[in-house]
Each structure stands twice: as structure tokens, then as C-alpha cells.
């Protein structure tokens, strides 16, 4: 190992921006080790051999101008950024509310390709959220230098969206050098390997242990219908009149465990259609789910939910529900019901183009992860399936991923729908699929319905052995 790494270990351990011990963490883990690289702006010695390290680094990459994720790489990327002659830029971790409202502070030419610096990586996560902020700017993003890899697989992770990960020194490296100085005993050491050698996040387990330990009722019936039906098909039946609707859903009801509906696309609407839908549903056990997609304020979608021509919170057990106007919304919908109803939250969309970012996605499982009670699970997509499995490692176990934008046989519509195959929707950890024009576009929807049922339930036998 160079001289310069080795150095930098031994200054990190002496500062104490690196310890070994029992720390708890966010997540509630226990960890062997900790690393807080804050407060090394304070030691212009260690700053400038980092410096030195990250110019080595990189100096094979290309890129226009550099950044730093604010704060504690912000100081490490002015210094390389001033040596390498090379233009700075960075990204405000808030918007400001008044002024120029700008994200990215500095000059930059759109199209440019930006080298971002951060201290550490440990899901890799945050730097997605980075990155986006860079090309909503217009500039490119390949390469992430990070001082310190403590990740489980985040060259995998970052690679998934096609950026590259180089770090200046592993775990490993640290406990060579620190070992070798007497700094870290065996036995630490030995845990310290095996707590890195775990992902972060739970591997998924199998449905019927996480349907042990789910506890929200709605949710539970979800999942009791899946192994019930055997099926993880839901139907998205799109179709403008009603005489079409319920014949589709009399040749598709043994194959499906859920209906989505759009009850607004039918043109010839009346009060006989939901006791019509409701006798089909019970004939061949399936739910109703209607996508209703509320996105108001909590007063306005109490009564979109409740009143009106549909009187949706009637007969539809499950809806979609943007979280664009925040958390009131779910306590709008669902805080006054007479029937158990729950929500699905859109969190990824599969059109091309979708506004949703990496950092709505985020906020959205916040605000889902606190609400069990009302929220079932999220809709949401992925561009392959180490996107998806990436996404689902963020939704908790005992809430449930609806894919929809999945056909067997192509892979978009002319109108932005983007596909994704059966098999890769549920590889990646989609608990079910949702699916409309595959079925409902063929001569035969129920055979159709079939095929997309078994290739759907395959996929998931295997993923739940
Ligand atoms: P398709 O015919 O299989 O493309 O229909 C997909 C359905 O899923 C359709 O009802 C859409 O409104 C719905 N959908 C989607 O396709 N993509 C999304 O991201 C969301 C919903 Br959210």
C-alpha cells in the first residue's frame, strides 16, 4: 500500500474520525466501527495527502469540472479543483426559497461531464440523489471518487445506473495498516470483516414469513389472496364500455387476484356496475383496486374518494395515491372511512420522462414506512432488474411493490409506456404484476391472462423457494 494511504489511515484513526468499539447506528444495527470524517478540516496536513491521493485518483478520468458533496467533501474538492486548474461547482442540500432559487452554485456549460467527490460510501444512495441533481443541470456524471469504500456492494449499486466508483481505501485497507500497528486486535478485526460482509439492507425473505410478520390487516388480506389465488397477476382493465369490461373479467377472473380499475375511462357509467363487479369479484375471489391516483389537498380528495358519480371509498378496497400535496392526504382519504380501505403510493412511474426523482422516491417510503395502517405498498418501476432490487431494499418488508409497465412481448407503446419483462419485474422484487394492454389487447384474455399468471407465478416460486 502506498506510503500516503498508509499515513492517512494512521492520522484518521489518531483524530478519531475512525474508531473501533460498539456503535450503535441509524438503522438501529450495531457497528464494529465507526467513521466521521467531519472534522478533518481542522488538520491542513491530512487535508493536503488526501488532496494529493484524490489527484492521484483521478487523473486518468475525464471530466469538465468536479464537485464535492456538500459539506465535508465540499473543502476536499475546492483544494483538487484549485491544483488540478480544473472549475468547481456544487449542489445546495436545499433549494433557496427566494433569490435565484438555484440547485447548482458556480459556472458550468450544459453538456460538460462532472467528476463528483464524496468522503464515504456506504449504501451508495446518497450519491444517486447527487447525481440527479447534476443532470437535471444539464451535465453528465461517469465517475464517483470516494476517500473511503465501506460498502457492501456499492461499485455494483452505483454501476446499476452506470456510473463508476473509485475509492482511495477499503476496510480492508484499515485493518492491514491498523492491525499491523497494533491499533486493532484480531478478534475486532474478524467482526469488523464480517459486518462489512453483510448488505446493509435485509435480504428479502420469503412472502409467507413476511406475511407473518406483516401486521396491517389490508396488507395481510393482500397477501393472503396472493397464496390463496396462487396468482400474483393484477388485471388493469382499461376499456371504455362496460359490456367489454365484464366479459374480459369473466374469462380473466381465475387467473387474477386483483382488478385495477379506471372507472372514469368507462363511457356507459351506471349504478349497476359495481353490484356487477362486486358478485364477479366474490365468484372468483378477486379484489378491486382502483387507480384513482388522488393527489389534492386532504378536503378535496376526502370527497373525490367518497362522493361524486363513483363514490369510489364504496366498493374499491384498495386506491393509488400520489404524494405530491404531502402526508395529509392519506388522513384526508382514509382518516373517516366506514370500510377498511388502503393506499398504494406511487413512487416510481414507468413513462418515459416521469418527473419523480430519486429524492421524491425517497420521501415518498418516509412518509409510507410511517403510515402501515393506511399505506399497502408503492407502485413503482425500474430501468433493469438491479434498478428494481436496488428500490425494493428500500420498501420494508411487510409492505408489498406493484409493478405495472410489464408485457411479455413489447417493449413500449409509442405513447412513453416503457416495458419491462415479466421475469425482471419480479426478480427484481415486485410482488406482483400489473398488467393491461398483454392481456386485455389479445383475441383471447383469458388464455392470455394465463400466460401471464404462470410466467409471473414461476418467477415468483423461484425468487420464494
Ligand atoms: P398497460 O396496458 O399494461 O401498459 O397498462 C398499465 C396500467 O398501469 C395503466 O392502467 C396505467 O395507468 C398504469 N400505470 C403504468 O402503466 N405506469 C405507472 O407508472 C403507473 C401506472 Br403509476
Known amino acids: 500500500m502506498e506510503t500516503g494511504k498508509r499515513t492517512l489511515i494512521l492520522d484518521l484513526h489518531r483524530i478519531g474520525a475512525l474508531k473501533f468499539g460498539e456503535f450503535k447506528l441509524k438503522s438501529g444495527a450495531t457497528s464494529p466501527f465507526y467513521i466521521d470524517l467531519r472534522s478533518i478540516i481542522s488538520y491542513p496536513e491530512i487535508i493536503k495527502n488526501i488532496v ?4 492521484d485518483a483521478v487523473k486518468d478520468m475525464q471530466f469538465d469540472i468536479l464537485t464535492g458533496i456538500p459539506y465535508t467533501a465540499l473543502p476536499l474538492a475546492a483544494q483538487v479543483s484549485v491544483e488540478l486548474d480544473t472549475p468547481l461547482v456544487y449542489q445546495r442540500k436545499e433549494v433557496k426559497a427566494y433569490g435565484t432559487g438555484k440547485l447548482i452554485e458556480g459556472h458550468f456549460k450544459e453538456g460538460q461531464t462532472c467528476l463528483i467527490i464524496d468522503d464515504l460510501i456506504t449504501t451508495g444512495e446518497s450519491k444517486f440523489e447527487a447525481a440527479e441533481g447534476m443532470e437535471q443541470a444539464g451535465l453528465k456524471v461517469k465517475d464517483f471518487v470516494c476517500l473511503i469504500d465501506r460498502s457492501y456492494n456499492g461499485e455494483r449499486i452505483l454501476a446499476t445506473k452506470g456510473y463508476k466508483l473509485s475509492s482511495i481505501i477499503t476496510v480492508e485497507d484499515m485493518i492491514e495498516v491498523l492491525g499491523a500497528e497494533n491499533k486493532l486486535d484480531a478478534a475486532l478485526a474478524q467482526k469488523v470483516r464480517e459486518f462489512i460482509g453483510q448488505p446493509v439492507e435485509k435480504p428479502l425473505l420469503n412472502f409467507e ?26 388485471l388493469s382493465l382499461d376499456v371504455e364500455d362496460t359490456k367489454t369490461f365484464f366479459e374480459i373479467l369473466e374469462a380473466t377472473g381465475p387467473e387474477i387476484f386483483m382488478v385495477k380499475t379506471h372507472v372514469d375511462i368507462l363511457k356507459d357509467y351506471n349504478g349497476s356496475f359495481v353490484p356487477r363487479l362486486r358478485a364477479l369479484a366474490e365468484k372468483h375471489d378477486f379484489i378491486i383496486f382502483e387507480d384513482r391516483k388522488f393527489a389534492d ?21 384498495y386506491v393509488t395515491v400520489h404524494m405530491i400535496a404531502g402526508e395529509a392526504i392519506l388522513d384526508g382519504l382514509f382518516g373517516d372511512l366506514e370500510a377498511p380501505r388502503s393506499g398504494f403510493l406511487l413512487a416510481r412511474m414507468s413513462a418515459k420522462g416521469n418527473l419523480i426523482s430519486e429524492t421524491y422516491t425517497r420521501q415518498v417510503l418516509e412518509v409510507g414506512k410511517r403510515r402501515k395502517e393506511c399505506v399497502s405498498g408503492y407502485i413503482g418501476h425500474g430501468a433493469n432488474v438491479d434498478d428494481i432490487k436496488r428500490f425494493r431494499n428500500k420498501i420494508p418488508q411487510d409492505q408489498l411493490l406493484l409493478m405495472p409497465g410489464v408485457n411479455l412481448d413489447t417493449k413500449g407503446d409509442g405513447l412513453g409506456q416503457q416495458y419491462l419483462t415479466v421475469e425482471n419485474a419480479i426478480e427484481g422484487g415486485a410482488d406482483a404484476i400489473i398488467v393491461g394492454r398483454g392481456v386485455i389487447a389479445s383475441d383471447n384474455p383469458g388464455a392470455e391472462a394465463k400466460r401471464y399468471r404462470e410466467a409471473a407465478w414461476n418467477a415468483f416460486q423461484k425468487m420464494n423457494k
Open 209 to 234: 414469513q413476511r406475511l407473518e410478520a406483516t401486521k396491517a390487516p389490508m396488507t395481510r388480506n393482500l397477501m393472503e389472496a396472493i397464496l390463496r389465488k396462487k396468482s400474483n397477476l393484477v
Open 52 to 55: 494529493e491521493l484524490l489527484k
Open 297 to 317: 389537498i386532504g378536503s378535496t380528495v376526502r370527497k373525490q374518494f367518497k362522493s361524486g358519480v363513483y363514490k369510489i371509498a364504496d366498493w374499491a378496497d
